[in-house]
Antibody
Framework: EVQLVQSGAELKKPGESLKISCKGSGFNFSNSWIVWVRQMPGKGLEWMGIIYPGDSDTRYNPSFRGQVTISADKSTSTAYLQWGRLKASDTAMYYCARGWYRSSSVRWFDPWGPGTLVTVSS | DIVMTQSPLSLPVTPGEPASISCRSSQSLLHSHGFHCLNWYLQKPGQSPQLLIYLGSNRASGIPDRFSGSGSGTDFTLKISRVEAEDVGVYYC?????????FGGGTKVEIK
């Protein structure tokens, strides 16, 4: 069974750092794309970026470039999303998903992980 | 960026009746290889999103055939032939023609 398991909820203070994870199983993680999507409280979905764990090729949504870092460890089939200095506005649910490739780009996301809730509050 | 606009914002439905959601993109989503880069997702209450339809009209694995996707160019439609109680949630369209990938604002489907 294809599965993505995400790390647990986090409560952090502004200015702190954080790294959340997404572990894949049931598929060839190294040869797949992993995407990250943000959902702020009561809001819609925003694509943050994608990574190809096989060679760590990473693409960012310009809106998130410089704000977060996406990485992956193919040896443990795990992708990561990290922040250097959190802000209250980073409070959101963060989903990872497997990206499917067609004609030189990722074209759809399936399945999605359960999400990691990040709360940033003083 | 490609802007995705969904309508309606809210859709009260009666079980057993059909339902339809519209999605419009700010530019054509037709890929040069002949497919449309438009997907539909459903986020049920308290759950993560799930893929319903990919590349315009292809049902994802395990999705009932009461769900169908159609459209071309900039105008797309998700249809539910007979709504069931389990279909409630927020439906999102998403374009994957070019990055940054963008989602519509969502359509909340609820039972009357």
């Amino acid at each position: 069974e294809v599965q993505l398991v995400q790390s647990g909820a986090e409560l952090k203070k502004p200015g702190e750092s954080l790294k959340i994870s997404c572990k894949g199983s049931g598929f060839n993680f190294s040869n797949s794309w992993i995407v990250w999507v943000r959902q702020m409280p009561g809001k819609g979905l925003e694509w943050m970026g994608i990574i190809y764990p096989g060679d760590s090729d990473t693409r960012y949504n310009p809106s998130f470039r410089g704000q977060v870092t996406i990485s992956a460890d193919k040896s443990t089939s795990t992708a990561y999303l990290q922040w250097g200095r959190l802000k209250a506005s980073d409070t959101a649910m963060y989903y990872c998903a497997r990206g499917w490739y067609r004609s030189s780009s990722v074209r759809w996301f399936d399945p999605w992980g359960p999400g990691t809730l990040v709360t940033v509050s003083s | 960026d490609i802007v995705m606009t969904q309508s309606p914002l809210s859709l009260p439905v009666t079980p057993g009746e059909p339902a339809s959601i519209s999605c419009r993109s700010s530019q054509s989503l037709l890929h040069s290889h002949g497919f449309h880069c438009l997907n539909w997702y459903l986020q049920k209450p308290g759950q993560s999103p799930q893929l319903l339809i990919y590349l315009g009209s292809n049902r994802a694995s395990g999705i009932p055939d009461r769900f169908s996707g159609s459209g071309s160019g900039t105008d797309f439609t998700l249809k539910i032939s007979r709504v069931e109680a389990e279909d409630v949630g927020v439906y999102y369209c998403m374009q994957a023609l070019r990055t940054p990938f963008t989602f519509g604002g969502g359509t909340k489907v609820e039972i009357k």
